[in-house]
């Protein structure tokens, strides 16, 4: 069983930054990020094979969004820049052995979410 927890959600201004954090209690080949706003339907933001070799993000932050990792820690950062209203929602880490997909089915192993809130 793999833990994640998140950390590093807040409330900005639209054009802030917010850094996102998901620490994984071991380390695991695939890891992502989530989100899910209020009355819609959770969208996959980006994902990562450990090692960053395979590295996607979505075309809604693309640009804007960076991932990384620090492997020695276990932990996925998802650095947001230029936040936008619309990017207001939940924020979710996944993990998973062997999926770095975009569907959320597919990754066994998800965190409890962190908030953002981005006011214009």
């Known amino acids: 069983q793999v833990q994640l927890v998140e950390s590093g959600g807040g409330s900005v201004q639209a054009g802030g930054s917010l850094r996102l954090s998901c620490g994984a209690s071991?380390?695991?080949?695939?890891m992502g990020w989530f989100r899910q706003a209020p009355g819609k339907e959770r969208e996959w933001v980006a994902s990562i094979r450990t090692g960053g070799y395979f590295l996607y993000y979505a075309d809604s932050v693309k640009g804007r969004f960076t991932l990384s990792q620090d492997t020695a820690k276990n932990t996925l950062y998802l650095e947001m820049n230029n936040l936008k209203p619309e990017d207001t929602a939940m924020y979710y880490c996944?993990?998973?052995?062997?999926?770095?997909?975009?569907?959320?089915?597919?990754?066994?192993?998800r965190g409890q979410g962190t908030q953002v809130t981005v006011s214009s």
């Open positions: 996944a993990a998973d052995r062997f999926s770095c997909g975009r569907a959320w089915a597919l990754y066994e192993y």
């Open positions: 071991t380390s695991i080949a695939c």
